[in-house]
Nanobody, 126 residues
């Protein structure tokens, strides 16, 4: 079993930055991909960014490309999401997820991920 704990959320002004962390424990070495999703009130959960843990292949949603960067530590147990040039539209609960399935690129469908964190709130004010 894999446990995921997110941290780093909070309040930021538009144009500012936040860095989210996702610490994995348990059978975390079985994770093949780690990703961040987000869900705003009244909206579907959407893919934000993902990384293949054993190859450092990344993938981003068009809405965050060039502003957000996903990375992981060398132990492959912690993933980060550096969020720059934040916009009010980035306001959402951000979730970390891992997948044990092998893939050439990070999946963008939530059902491809097997373990999820509890989420961390990110609020961007004008």
């Amino acid at each position: 079993q894999v446990q995921l704990v997110e941290s780093g959320g909070g309040l930021a002004q538009a144009g500012g930055s936040l860095r989210l962390s996702c610490a994995a424990s348990g059978r975390s070495m079985s994770s093949r991909a780690m990703a961040w999703f987000r869900q705003a009130p009244g909206k579907e959960r959407e893919f934000v960014a993902g990384i293949i843990t054993y190859a450092d292949i990344t993938r981003y949603a068009d809405s965050v490309k060039g502003r957000f960067t996903i990375s992981r530590d060398n132990g492959k147990t912690t993933a980060y999401l550096q969020m720059n040039s934040l916009e009010p539209e980035d306001t959402a609960v951000y979730y970390c997820a891992t997948s044990r399935y092998t893939s050439s690129t990070p999946p963008i469908v939530a059902d491809s991920y097997t373990h999820w964190g509890q989420g961390t709130q990110v609020t961007v004010s004008i």
